[in-house]
């Protein structure tokens, strides 16, 4: 058996040391896309894009999610579709199981990319006209329809059943009990009129 040298052992501890540190490392690499589930590969790809930035449809990474942002939201898009919008309803073809895997790594994309959601813009442009936006109050879940109180106050519903006062743009914190929603339906709270 040969003897190491201590040049050898500096050399030999240097490799070593550079494996265990490139393991530790903790730093996302923004070039190694996740597995692709080949749900996605074979149903989305075509539309969305097999990069996820669009194609005939919107892209996924875009930060834009147009019904719901949440991982229960993007679920329901997949398994119910939006078939008005031309997004098709998939639950027929994957299993709850893989419909959680692939929003997951669409989940997972997003955050490896640093995608954020986009700011609220201030005006939107239509065929018609140019609308001004103006954010009267945030914190609201799903907001369904809007009643006006008064010019600093106004009544809004919530789909998941709530109805909530913005005051002065302000949501406040309390929602309004007792107005009677129906618990078995999917729709929620879904409009507000006011009677005098």
């Not at 147009?66 to 919008?85: C, E, N």
């Not at 618990?183 to 009129?193: F, H, K, N, T, V």
Request: glycine content about 8%; charged content about 20%.
């Amino acid at each position: 058996m040969m003897p190491i040298t201590p040049m050898k052992q500096f050399a030999l501890l240097a490799i070593i040391a550079g494996f265990f540190l490139q393991s530790c490392s903790t730093a996302p690499d923004p070039e190694a896309t996740a597995q692709v589930p080949e749900s996605f590969t074979k149903l989305c790809a075509s539309c969305h894009g097999d990069d996820l930035k669009g194609n005939i449809a919107q892209s996924l990474l875009d930060g834009s999610w147009q019904f719901g942002s949440r991982r229960s939201d993007i679920m329901r898009s997949v398994k119910f579709g939006y078939p008005h919008h031309g997004m098709p309803s998939w639950g027929a073809v994957l299993t709850d199981v893989e419909i959680d895997t692939l929003v997951g790594f669409l989940l997972k994309e997003e955050e490896r990319l640093g995608v954020t959601k986009p700011p609220i813009p201030t005006t939107i442009e239509t065929q018609d006209y140019i609308v001004q936006v103006e954010v009267m109050g945030q914190g609201l879940d799903n907001p369904w329809s809007i009643a006006f109180v008064s010019n600093d106050k106004a009544l809004v519903t919530e789909k998941s059943g709530r109805l909530r006062i913005v005051e002065n743009g302000s949501l406040l914190p309390d929602s309004i009990v007792g107005i009677g929603t129906q618990e078995w339906s999917r729709e929620g709270l879904l409009d507000a009129s006011l009677r005098s």
